[in-house]
């Protein structure tokens, strides 16, 4: 089965840093979003990316966070000045089409730990 | 959205069917029903999507009654690497919408 993959697994980095989370969606896939999941809280959206421009965004997706797909084949997520409330895994997800009957394909994740 | 209700945690033993419940009282005429599954530090994984009656593939089944204020997975048989969360979303995200909203989930024990 053909599956998102991301990168790195596990990544840890200052309080101020700035991070990129890579991540490869499946090959005909058009639509790519980020989501996260803080320790023993619910998976949350962040963001959608469609045509390369942002489709949709949650309140937590303000300016510090950016999105780009800088290629054909990788969709990043950057996280400029991570703050110690930014540690959590990141899912990346993609899918063919929009709509039902579309499935969203889920990364294993990137977790990010900020200290 | 509409909104869901799932038991917070269910125990089976390995071997028997479970069949963990979702309430959606609000459910709008486009929704569809999806569930996921969710094993610790990895991401959701779907399982099984449906608009009404019965849905089988080979992992699962969902049952759909006719009013649709409800669903039901089915996981026929369980073993020990069922033990995860579960997770129903309800909505259509070709209506405008692109995000999936996650609840806190069932968290399904699976004990020898």
């Known amino acids: 089965e053909p599956e998102v993959t991301q990168t790195p697994s596990h990544q840890v980095t200052q309080m101020g840093q700035e991070v990129i989370l890579r991540c490869v969606p499946i090959?005909?896939?058009?639509?790519f979003y980020w989501y996260r999941q803080i320790l023993g809280q619910k998976v949350e959206f962040l963001v959608s990316?469609?045509?390369?421009?942002?489709?949709?965004k949650s309140e937590i997706f303000d300016d510090q966070f950016s999105v780009e797909r800088p290629d054909g084949s990788n969709f990043t997520l950057k996280i400029r000045s991570t703050k110690l409330e930014d540690s959590a895994m990141y899912f990346c997800?993609?899918?063919?089409?929009?709509?039902?009957?579309?499935?969203?394909?889920f990364g294993e994740g990137s977790w990010l730990t900020v200290v | 959205l509409a909104k869901t209700t799932q038991p917070i945690s269910m125990d089976s033993y390995e071997g028997q069917e479970v069949n963990i419940t979702c309430s959606h009282n609000n459910i709008a005429t486009n929704d569809y029903i999806t569930w996921y599954q969710q094993f610790p530090s990895q991401g959701p994984r779907f399982i099984i999507q449906g608009y009404k009656t019965k849905v089988t593939n080979e992992v699962a089944s969902l049952f759909i009654p006719a009013d649709r204020k409800s669903s039901t997975l089915s996981l026929p048989r369980v073993s020990l690497s069922d033990t995860a969360v579960y997770y129903c979303?309800?909505?259509?995200?070709?209506?405008?919408?692109?995000?999936?909203?996650f609840g806190k989930g069932t968290k399904l024990s699976v004990i020898p």
């Open positions: 997800a993609s899918s063919e089409g929009r709509g039902p009957g579309y499935t969203i394909y």
């Open positions: 090959s005909n896939h058009l639509y």
């Open positions: 990316f469609y045509n390369n421009e942002i489709s949709e």
């Open positions: 979303l309800v909505g259509s995200p070709g209506a405008g919408s692109y995000q999936l909203t």
